[in-house]
C-alpha cells in the first residue's frame, strides 16, 4: 500500500548521531520523515520512493546511526547494497568513519604473486583447490571478510551480497547476517537476483569453446543441456588438472570457473526449478536461466535481516512484488520531489511508432526529428544525449544526422571512454549518442541540459529467457519499460538548482503512458508533457 509521510517530530540535527556535520549539518527535508517512517514501520519490508535530490545515502546512515547502540554494535547491523561499485565508493567518501566497504575478490591483489602481476584474488590457487596459508592471515581480500564479520556497518553491491549468500557455508566464510538491510536503487533489485540464476558458456572463452565444441550444442532443453554437461565435467575436470600442475593461473581459473558453472546449472535442474536453455550458435553461446527467480529473492538478498528498505526513485509495488513480498507485507512511503517541475520536463513530441516494422521514411523521419531538436540547443553550446536504444539505431543516427559532426557514439567496449570525452566537453555543444547510459550514471549541469528518448525500450524478446518472463507476467514488459523511462529523464538532473529538458519521439509513448501510469510515482506525471512541436530552449 501506498501511505502519505505526514510530519514527524523533528530529528536533532546529524552531528547528533555522529555525522559529519561540516558536510551534513542538517536534515534535508523530507530525510527526518523517511527515517521516521522506517523506524516506526511495523512491517519488515519497506518501500522509500525517494526521489532524485533527496539524499538517499544520508537517509541510509542516518536510519544506522539514529538505532545505533554503542554497548551493543552488532546488535543492529546495516548492509547497504548498491548497483554499482562506483555508488558504493561515493558512500564511503561521504562516511568513512561510519561505514566500511568490501567488495569482490578481483577488486583485491592476491599475495602469491608480485605486485607487478595484475592478479585478483578471484584467480589466485585458492580457487583452484590449492591451499593456502593467506587465507588464515594475510590475504588482502578474507582479511577484509573478516573485518566486515565485526562491522556494525557495510557497503557492497548486489552482486558481491548475492554471491556472498550463494557462497557462505560452502566454500568459504561470508560477511556475516544482518539486522537491517538498505536496498539503494531498488528498481534494480529484481534484475540483480535473476543475474545471480542466469548461466552463460561462450565461445569467446578459450576452454568453454573446446567444451562447447568437443560435445555439441545442447538444443533447448533440460534433458541434452544436462547430457552436455555431464559429459563436459571430467573434460573441465582434467583441465584443472593440468593447468594446476603446469601452474597456468589463467586456464586454472576459467577451468575452476567452467566446472563452478556446470555444477551450479546442474542444480537448477536437479532442484526442478523452471529454466529456459537456450542455445544459440549466432552469438555463440549457451545460456541456462530460471524463468522467474525473483521470488529467490528471500534467500539470497533478505537472508534473514528483520527489516529491509527499499529506495530508489522508481521503486512501486510493482518491484517487490515480483520478489515475491505480498503487498500486504510491506508499508510504501512516497516522498514529493524537491526539484521543481519545469527544471525537469518531459515533452511528448510527437514524430512516429518506434518499432521494428519502421519503414525507411518513417526512419528519415525520425531521424530529422532530433535533428529538429537538437540543432538550437547545439547553438547554445548546450551539451545533449540522444538515447536510441540499439547500437544499431545508434549507428543510423551518426550516418543520417546532419549534425554528426557534434555527435560521438561508442561501442561495448569503450563506453567509459566516450562518457569521459562527452563530460570533458561540457559546455561546447556536443551530443553524446548512446544505448547504454539511461541507468547508473550522472550527467549535472553543463555536462548535459537536454536529452532525446528515441524509443520506449521494451525488453527484447527475441530472447528465449526474457520472453518467457514476459508471457510469465503480462506486466513484465511494461514495468520494466517504465522503469526505463523516469531512469533516464533522471541522469541530467541531480540537485534542486540543476535543470535539463526531456524529450520523446516514440509515438508509442501516447497510449504506454496512459495504460501503464500506475507503475510509474505520481511526481514523475506533473513533469510529463505532451506538445505539437518541441518547444524553442530557454535557458534558467
Known sequence: MYTAVHETPPLPPPTTFGIDGGRFPQWRAGQAQAIAAAICSPSMFDLLNAPTGLGKSLIAIGLHRVQYDASRPLSRRMLILTSTKALQQQIVRDFPDIVMEIKGKANYHCKRFPPTYDIGCDKGPCNWGVSCSLKEKGCDYFDRVRMARTSPCIVTNYSYWIYNNKQEGRDEPGIGRFDTIVCDEAHDAPEKVADAYTIRFSMKNKLEAELLGRY??????????????????????????????????????????????????????????????????????????????????????????????????????????????????????????????????????????VNYRMSASDMKAWATKIDTIARPRIALGWNGIIHPVSYARAKYVMEHSALAGFMMTHTKDDTEDAIWRFKRAAGKGKVLVSPSVTTGYDFPDDTCRWQIIGKIAFPDTSDPLTKARCERDKDYSPYTAMQNVIQTCGRPVRGEDDWAENFIIDDNAAWFFHKYRHFAPEWFWGSVKRVEYAPQPVGR
Open 216 to 353: 555439441g550444442w545442447a538444443t533447448g532443453d533440460e534433458d541434452a543441456f544436462m547430457a552436455w554437461a555431464k559429459a563436459a565435467m571430467p573434460s573441465a575436470q582434467q583441465a584443472l588438472k593440468d593447468a594446476r600442475e603446469a601452474q597456468a593461473t589463467g586456464r586454472a581459473h576459467a577451468a575452476s570457473n567452467a566446472i563452478r558453472k556446470l555444477k551450479e546449472a546442474m542444480g537448477y535442474v536437479n532442484d526442478e526449478l523452471e529454466l529456459v536453455v537456450d542455445a544459440n550458435r549466432k552469438w555463440g553461446a549457451l545460456t541456462i536461466g530460471v524463468t522467474w527467480p525473483y521470488e529467490l529473492a528471500n534467500e539470497v538478498l533478505f537472508a534473514g535481516a528483520r527489516k529491509v528498505v527499499f529506495m530508489s526513485a522508481t521503486v512501486t509495488p510493482k518491484t517487490l512484488t515480483m520478489m515475491g513480498i505480498a503487498a500486504d507485507d510491506f508499508n510504501a512511503y512516497y516522498f514529493p520531489h524537491v526539484i521543481p517541475q519545469d527544471r525537469r520536463y518531459l515533452y511528448h513530441v510527437p514524430c512516429v511508432r
